[in-house]
């Protein structure tokens, strides 16, 4: 037998004492009672913390990038906590320069190599695109850089750059967001020259290594460019 219950809203940190007693079972048998005592939750990630946002040093320089190309870092900013832990729940960027992104364009937030979104598109009305649920705890006193990568797409004309336009699109939940806004990475040019392609095979065979075994090949792969 599964008995579940539920609560009222909590308070996080609030000790809750649950006394389940006078239980019978269905042939009229008196079951144990039962006392636990457990800490109040809310979910999700919550902070009060301020944060200021500012462009990285390591963002990109603007360039001119081909058709096709894949995984352009194109703009790097900091996100910075001050006296108190903060939290960085979602965002959202806008493109700015005259361009017509290609319809299979994506955009990504990194966080150094770690992807942390999926794909988004550029919203061809307000330029925006919006990444949610990121929930970053920042501590306080430090910071988090991300980059927004960009998946080009092909055909692409015009220029285009990314910033973070304003503070109310920065959620940090409780907090408040500070910076010289627009935040703005670099403009970059776009090209319809084909960007190279890498491709890559199975290059051989190997024998399988043996336990302790220095320097032991463990795959051969063919980097063919065109």
Known sequence: MCVILTTAAQ???EDYDLVVSDVMSASDEELDSMELVFSGYVSGVTAKGDLTVEISASTPEGQTLPSGATSVEMASWNFGAGDEDAVLKSLVVHRYGVSTLPSNHQIYLYEGRERLTSGKSVNSTTNEATFSNLNLEIAAGDAR??????????????????????????????????????????????????????????????????????????????????
């Open 11 to 13: 308070q996080a940190g």
């Open 145 to 226: 850089t991300l980059t927004l990568r960009m998946d080009v797409g092909t055909s692409a004309d015009g220029e285009v750059g990314f910033e973070i336009e304003s503070a109310s699109d920065v959620n940090a939940d409780a907090g408040t967001a500070e910076g010289d806004f627009p935040v703005q990475g670099e403009k970059f040019d776009l090209s319809s020259t084909a960007a190279g392609t890498i491709e890559i095979d199975a290059n051989g065979s190997i024998t399988n290594p043996k336990v302790g075994e220095d320097d032991a090949t463990v795959a051969k792969f063919k980097l063919t460019t065109s």
